[in-house]
């Protein structure tokens, strides 16, 4: 009897169509298999590539390998896995080298851990994708087959959409009958048989439309969502110039996702979606008569989004063209049509999906590790699996249940049952259009704030309430640093205000402002722009409200507020919580208060994002591509990176995830000699492991604060120093730019999303303190609480509460999820295997921790 392969060896492919992130997902199944102690190989040109196979190219594969395999070290296991000579063919797509080898006739390609590197910010697939025809009938997946077993290969990872992942477990489930067609052929022996009898899947889905069900979020959505509000923000410039209109086309055949998430990032006067085609019998009536009440009201610019997938409630097409012709013939509007297209597709991966192609943006797992691990506990009996994330966290669903559930969107739609289509989407995406109609539409007379209510407390709070006097006096306030989707979140909670009948107030420049009077009425067109503009057009300082309470309280008498809006940091926190302490000595702050966390240090508790950590990642990123070139231009450069976020670690540590860093240094771990001394030897074992003439740039992130005696240009000297002939470096300080520029999508939907909520919060509330009886209103200390995102849901969070996960002295929470993300940085540099060393054994244990165990099957 023949013995099965001593470990698995697992392909990764890319089909369908590409998706930013899908080189990131290549990297990171690549990496996790090496780890796990796997051969890992590559498909080129998709399903296409597994039907051509390697007919034309096994002699290459006899070649020597580069000269690394006279390097060594302990960890012979892992250097034998470095590379095999084909990374710079699959990265330049040249096909051929200097050197002679080639990947002509080479479709299934064996790589290693240098293999990949470099592909983590670099859009599409290396691995070229391709629609196959010939993969589509059985005659090409025998020969698919067949040429997987010819390689060895008994473990299949696909990266793509619903139609691919399908194709996936169709071949898993007649694969055993291809075993016995090529065995009784005589194609394969019976040991071949024997040994290949079951073939593991799993799916992790790539698509920009987002329309798999049972995920959060696909791989590749949040980079077109991106590239569309890119398109969308230089559009609008033209359009307020000559007061156009513009028709944007996007894509989503199926799902309106990214129709929708442009519409609220972008503050769009109308969309069309296919999963809520418009109400009225006539479509064209309704959208003009929504647009020529914006223009009434003295808009210069209009922008309509239609996803290519639109239809009305008959099911007719909703075409670009048309709705360009309902707003020149009908509003006399001079309108232009842009068709976005494959721009869409293209492009850097933006911060979200190079993490999320890695791992669950807060739960330190990787998607490629739990990928590998689901097909390292694969058995004939388990179903093939879709890697995805839901709540945060990384789940294994049966891939075609997942499948099932995405197609039933589609057939819903198809049987006019929209209501269906729409309950089949997650929460968010409800919430999402819901948010677009409370920020976009005009109403002649205002709704009445009980409307709403239900959204956060029950439904009879009104009960027993005068309606007018439901009507409130809301107040927005600013409060520490700037950061993205301030302004986002401002308008949406003025243009909500306005449409339930309340009063919006600014107070300018925080509670300094409240104090000089610097307070002025919000309008509905007034904030109409502030959706794409950073920092805070309210203006913000870092001053707390104990600088003079009593006065405070007297102002905010004197305005009649009956709540309070506070957008920003861990000073906002703070100052709720004073306010909501000095409740017992002033009555004037009995009213419901809300805080929003807004800082691109992300150092509120208990939530797992706040405003402008993603618009700062994002910063972060591009600046570090643009340092990685000229680290790598002069191949052996080390680049220390200083970033901004306090005392707290997340934007240097999810940085160097999204930017492939090799070390990165943060306030919570901090810095002593004996890490310096082992970044030191790692950096030295790691450049003498290049290729001669041929090392890359590194990355070290550093965090401002981490260590008040080892600065930034105290390690970039001993850096250099120590780094002798092998290495150099240099410092390079992003400041305060990772404050500035345009909110990114995910941080203007986030604010609108977050910024309602927090309108309905405070209706609730003060409802509640009108049912009470006499003058004196006491509001219950819930009233006064912090809006958190905790996994997939949105949770209250009372600021009393809040002060036991926080860990005031260094201005940070005490349980951040993310913590675990430093040791997936060094993971993904195999600094563990590289070191070799005794003393790292507590550090390679807490990595496997994180990671699973490793080893073969």
Same mark, same amino acid.
């Given at each position: ?6 470990? #698995?060896?697992?392909a ?21 298999g ?47 896995n ?13 096909? &051929?080298?200097?050197t ?6 080479r ?8 293999? @990949? ?18 993969? %589509?009938t ?10 997987l ?12 959409? &619903?139609?691919s ?8 489930? /007649?694969?055993?009958?291809?075993v016995?067609?090529?065995? $009784? ?10 040994n ?15 329309d ?31 007061? =156009?209109?513009?028709?944007?086309e ?14 609220? *990032? ?12 418009? /109400? ?6 309704? #959208?003009?008569?929504?647009?020529? %009440? ?22 007719? +097409? ?17 309108? %232009? ?5 494959? @721009? ?19 739960? +330190? ?9 689901a097909?390292? /506990? ?17 789940? %294994? ?9 995405? =197609? ?8 006019? &049952? ?10 968010? !995406?409800? $919430? ?34 005068? +309606? ?31 449409r ?26 007034? @904030?109409?722009n ?6 805070s ?54 009213? +419901? ?38 680290? *790598? ?51 030295k074992? =790691? ?21 008040n ?7 970039t ?9 092998? !290495?150099?470096? =240099? ?27 927090? #309108? ?13 009886s ?7 200390? /819930?009233?006064?609480a ?12 009372? @600021?009393?509460? #809040? ?12 349980? $951040? ?41």
């Amino acid at each position: 009897m023949s013995k099965p392969p001593s470990r #698995m060896k697992l392909a990764v492919l890319t089909s369908g169509g590409d998706s930013a992130g899908m080189n990131a997902v290549v990297r990171a199944v690549v990496k996790a298999g090496i780890l796990k102690g796997c051969e890992t190989w590559v498909v080129r040109e998709g399903y296409e590539g597994l039907v051509r196979g390697n007919q034309e190219g096994h002699k290459v594969e006899k070649e020597t390998s580069p000269s690394h395999r006279e390097v060594h070290i302990k960890d012979e296991g892992f250097i034998h896995n470095l590379r095999f000579g084909d990374g710079e063919l699959l990265k330049d797509g040249t096909s &051929d080298h200097p050197t002679g080898r080639t990947l002509k006739g080479r479709y299934i390609v064996r790589v290693g851990w240098d293999d @990949v590197r470099g592909w983590f910010g670099v859009g599409g697939t290396l691995c070229g994708t391709a629609r196959s025809a010939a993969f %589509r009938t059985p005659e090409g997946r025998l020969q698919a087959a067949h040429n997987l077993i010819k390689e060895g290969i008994d473990a299949l990872v696909v990266c793509g959409g &619903d139609g691919s992942l399908t194709g996936a477990d169709v071949f898993r489930a /007649e694969w055993p009958t291809y075993v016995n067609t090529l065995r $009784e052929k005589g194609d394969i022996t019976p040991a071949q048989a024997e040994n290949y009898a079951h073939l593991k899947i799993v799916g992790l889905v790539g698509s920009i439309d987002n329309d798999m069900s049972m995920t959060d979020m696909t791989i590749g959505g949040p980079t077109a969502l991106h590239r569309i509000c890119e398109a969308i923000d230089n559009i609008e410039t033209t359009a307020f110039s000559h007061s =156009r209109a513009f028709v944007v086309e996007v894509m989503g055949r199926h799902c309106g996702w990214l129709a929708l998430l442009a519409g609220v *990032s972008s503050g769009a006067d109308f969309i069309f979606i296919p999963e809520r085609p418009p /109400e009225a019998d006539s479509w064209e009536d309704e #959208m003009c008569k929504m647009i020529q %009440r914006h223009r009434e009201m003295g808009k210069r610019k209009t922008i309509v989004i239609v996803a290519e997938g639109a239809q009305d409630k008959h099911l007719n +097409p909703i075409r670009a063209e048309t709705v360009k012709d309902v707003l020149t013939d009908r509003l006399g509007l001079d309108t %232009r049509v842009t068709t976005l297209g494959h @721009v869409q597709r293209g492009g850097r991966p933006c911060a979200y999906d190079r993490i999320m192609a890695s791992t669950a943006p807060d739960c +330190p797992t990787l998607q490629g590790v739990e990928a590998v691990n689901a097909l390292l /506990e694969s058995t004939p009996e388990t179903p093939s699996y879709m890697i995805g994330i839901s709540g945060g966290e990384i789940t %294994r669903v049966p891939l075609m249940e997942a499948v099932a559930m995405t =197609r039933s969107v589609s057939e819903a739609i198809a049987a006019k &049952d929209f209501d269906k289509a729409m309950s089949l989407r997650d929460p968010e !995406f409800r $919430e999402a259009l819901e948010g677009f109609y409370a920020t976009s539409e005009v109403h002649e007379q205002p709704r009445l704030p009980h409307h709403t209510v239900s959204c956060c407390l029950h439904a009879d709070l009104h009960l027993g309430v005068d +309606p007018s006097s439901q009507r409130m006096r809301i107040a927005i306030m600013h409060v520490g640093a700037p950061a993205g989707g301030m302004n986002a979140a401002t308008r949406a909670a003025v243009r909500y205000c306005i449409r339930q009948g309340h009063k919006p107030f600014a107070i300018h420049n925080g509670f300094t402002g409240l104090l000089d009077g610097e307070v002025n009425a919000l309008s509905w067109l007034g @904030v109409d722009n502030w959706m794409t503009r950073g920092g805070s057009e309210l203006g913000t300082n870092r001053k707390l409200p104990d600088v003079d309470l009593g006065s405070v309280a007297a102002k905010m008498q004197q305005y009649n507020f009956h709540g309070l809006l506070m957008i920003g940091g861990f000073e906002a926190f703070s100052a709720l919580l004073i306010l909501e302490e000095a409740r017992k000595s002033y009555p004037a702050f009995n009213i +419901p208060m809300a805080h929003l966390p807004a800082t691109i240090s992300n150092n509120v508790p208990m939530t797992e994002f706040s405003l402008g950590s993603d618009t700062s990642l994002n910063a972060l990123v591009d600046a570090c591509d643009a340092i990685k070139q000229s680290a *790598s231009a002069s191949r052996n450069r080390v680049f220390v990176v200083e970033t901004q976020g306090g005392k707290c670690g997340y934007l240097a540590t999810m940085g160097a995830l999204a930017t492939g860093a090799c070390i990165v240094y943060s306030p919570e771990r901090g810095i002593n000699l004996n890490m310096l001394r082992d970044d030191v030897k790692y950096l030295k074992k =790691r450049y003498s492991l290049d290729i001669k003439g041929k090392a890359e740039g590194r990355l070290v992130l550093r965090s401002e604060v981490s260590s008040n005696v080892y600065t930034t240009k105290m390690i970039t000297d001993m850096y250099k120093e120590e780094g002798g002939k092998l !290495f150099d470096s =240099r410092s390079a300080s992003l400041g305060h730019t990772l404050q500035g520029g345009i909110p990114s999508p995910l941080d203007r939907s986030r604010a609108v999303r977050l910024a309602l909520k927090c #309108m309905t919060f405070m209706e609730g509330h003060h409802i509640e303190l009108l049912k009470q009886s006499g003058t004196s209103k006491r509001a219950p200390p /819930e009233s006064a609480a912090v809006i958190t995102i905790q996994g997939s849901s949105v949770q209250w969070v009372p @600021v009393r509460e #809040m002060v036991n996960h926080a860990d005031m002295e260094n201005r940070r929470g005490t349980d $951040e999820p993310w913590r675990g993300v430093a040791e997936l940085v060094e993971a993904l540099v195999a600094r563990p295997q590289i070191l070799g060393d005794k003393e790292k054994e507590k550090e390679a244990a807490a990595i496997a921790n994180v990671l699973g165990p490793l080893g073969g099957k």
